[in-house]
């Protein structure tokens, strides 16, 4: 594909000259790639690195075999706790990133949570980077939309960890998406640009729609984004050797007779399946999966297409999981009380992939011993030594009896999640920050605001 078919790199003369000077046969906009060419270039891009949060506490390994959960990226609509679809605020935003701060299963405070319309288009970077810096203190990711925008991202994570420190490490993810089939363009190309230059992380994603952007059938569907990923994965290596990649994938069916797009199908497991191996062959860390759904609200259809696509993501050896919490109806809304119940399940899986306590504690010989034949073990030592520990307890589901549920009011799980959801933002208490800084990024903002009108398209 790379050498016979080529990828376009869309209104981008400089990437065609650096592509020209490396080697590739460069037609019009159009890019050949010799055989090995990309390979070559990504044995410089590391397979592990750490993306440092504000608090060092919270920054977190990217690569071998950590995976790290981020919440939804790019709805522009949310499902609100009163229950209205309507489009997203800045308010909205800035309670994700709380719910996400507050959540101990989500790692990474993402990027997009919403798309807050009420902020004009070429300012609200501004007013979201600094939401993900003030109301959270773990990682996050940058403004992919212009390369101004991301400029102004580096910029801002600048004034947090100093000049050196953001030149030497990765503070900031970016999600650079292929136009698929087989093109790059010019917003993308320019964000990361920036961001390799900066020794910012990119995830190089192929955004699939099965049947539509790809082949229908697997195999072909992965030939497509192994060659869009190496493409795009190693134009960073050319723009900064040693600059973190990722090789990410958003792999999604259609339907035939509908064309909208389908979730928790087998298909796209199978896809994610195999691009995780290619991307361990690569050395590369990899990115895919989510909670993801079609579901318009948060039903039965949400819970078990999101628990389908999460799973094979955890048992695909996922690094980095974006749209972890709060996916809904296909991507388009926010949704609360589905980000509520994903974390829950969020939790359920870090506990399962912990794996088996195998020391001596774990292996339990002494309560066997000493409850022996025909007993039980509820009042035993051991017992009394880990219950709080021992099992998964959800903060979410109803186990108690049908007698004590009616009592309770025959809350649904939505409902429970909901209450969840406003007992956290009444309670929630924003991190440290240093108020030089504070400052700092206040000025900053109200300066680039200052420099140009409003734009909301």
């Not at 509908?258 to 979730?263: C, I, K, V, W």
């Not at 590369?284 to 696509?309: H, M, V, W």
Request: hydrophobic share 40%.
């Amino acid at each position: 594909v790379l050498e016979e078919i080529g990828i376009i790199f869309r209104d981008d003369a400089e990437a065609l000259a650096l592509w020209k000077e490396a080697g590739a046969d460069v037609k019009g906009e159009r890019v050949h790639f010799p055989k090995g060419l990309c390979r070559s270039l990504l044995k410089t891009a590391p397979s592990i690195y750490t993306q440092h949060a504000r608090n060092p506490d919270r920054s977190v390994q990217i690569g071998g075999n950590a995976t790290v959960f981020a919440p939804v990226y790019g709805p522009p609509f949310v499902r609100d706790l009163d229950g209205n679809r309507r489009y997203a605020t800045i308010e909205d935003f800035q309670n994700f990133v709380k719910l996400a701060y507050m959540a101990p299963s989500i790692h990474h405070s993402g990027g997009t949570v919403c798309e807050p319309v009420d902020v004009p288009v070429n300012k609200r970077h501004l007013d979201m980077i600094y939401a993900h810096i003030r109301y959270s203190d773990k990682p996050f990711m940058g403004s992919v939309t212009a390369p101004e925008r991301a400029e102004d991202t580096v910029a801002m994570a600048k004034l947090v960890f100093g000049d050196d420190f953001v030149e030497n490490n990765t503070v900031l993810t970016s999600l650079i998406n292929a136009n698929s089939p087989m093109v790059f363009d010019e917003t993308m190309l320019g964000a990361l640009k920036v961001y390799s230059r900066h020794n910012q992380a990119c995830i190089v994603t192929p955004f699939i729609l099965a049947g539509a952007m790809s082949p229908v059938t697997v195999a072909g569907t992965l030939t497509q984004v192994l060659a869009e990923v190496l493409a795009g994965a190693s134009f960073t290596q050319l723009i900064r050797p040693g600059a973190p990649v990722l090789f990410g994938t958003f792999a999604s069916s259609i339907s035939m007779q509908s064309g909208a797009p389908t979730f928790g199908t087998p298909e796209p497991s199978l896809v994610s399946y195999g691009a995780a191996q290619l991307a361990r062959r690569l050395g590369l860390p990899f990115r895919t999966g989510g909670s993801l759904c079609a579901s318009k609200i948060p039903d039965a259809q949400a819970a078990y297409e999101s628990a389908n696509t999460l799973n094979s993501t955890i048992l695909a050896g996922t690094n980095f999981v974006l749209h972890s919490a709060g996916w809904l109806e296909g991507g388009l809304a926010s949704c609360y009380e589905k980000f509520m119940m994903d974390i829950d399940q969020l939790g359920m899986q870090q506990k399962f992939c912990e794996g088996v306590d195998l020391s001596e504690n774990g292996q339990a010989m002494d309560a066997i011993r000493q409850v022996g034949p025909g007993s039980h073990y509820l009042g035993c030592d051991h017992t009394q030594a880990n219950f709080q520990t021992a099992f998964y307890r959800s903060n979410i589901a109803d186990n108690n009896s049908y007698e004590q549920w009616l009592a309770e009011g025959e809350k649904t799980a939505p409902q429970r999640a909901n209450e969840l959801a406003r007992r956290w933002l009444e309670s929630y208490e924003a991190p440290h920050l240093d108020p030089a800084i504070d400052e700092a990024l206040k000025e900053f903002i109200a300066k680039k605001k200052g420099s140009m009108p409003d734009a909301f398209t």
